[in-house]
């Protein structure tokens, strides 16, 4: 079994900085590309940024320059540096990994509870 699990959501104000952190764990032989979306309340879930297992990244173009994808291959975890934050940023967000649980199976998509982020004066 295989969870992802998400941390460093909360409250921020505008301009302010917030870093998510999703870990990967259970039955894992190897982590594939890795992940943030978002939901706003009434909204579609969005692809914020992506990043594959060489580190080539990906960025919607209405976090690029202010926020950072990051993961570290060794510990199963993924990371999402949110600096200049607006209240359009507020969202649940979803941490998102293609895991393969094998050397011999394709990868599956696995995605976190999610974390709130609200920015709000």
């Known amino acids: 079994q295989v969870q992802l699990v998400e941390s460093g959501g909360g409250l921020v104000q505008p301009g302010g900085s917030l870093r998510l952190a999703c870990a990967a764990s259970?039955?894992?032989?190897?982590?594939?590309?890795m992940g943030w979306y978002r939901q706003a309340p009434g909204k579609q879930r969005e692809l914020v940024a992506g990043?594959?297992?060489?580190?080539?990244?990906a960025y919607a173009s209405f976090v690029r320059g202010r926020f950072t994808v990051s993961r570290d291959n060794d510990r199963n975890t993924v990371a999402l540096q949110m600096n200049s934050l607006k209240p359009e940023d507020t969202a649940v967000y979803f941490c998102n990994a293609y895991i393969y649980l094998s050397d011999h199976s394709n990868s599956e998509a696995y995605w976190g509870q999610g974390i709130q982020v609200t920015v709000s004066s």
């Open positions: 990043i594959s297992r060489i580190g080539s990244t």
């Open positions: 259970g039955s894992i032989f190897s982590v594939g590309a």
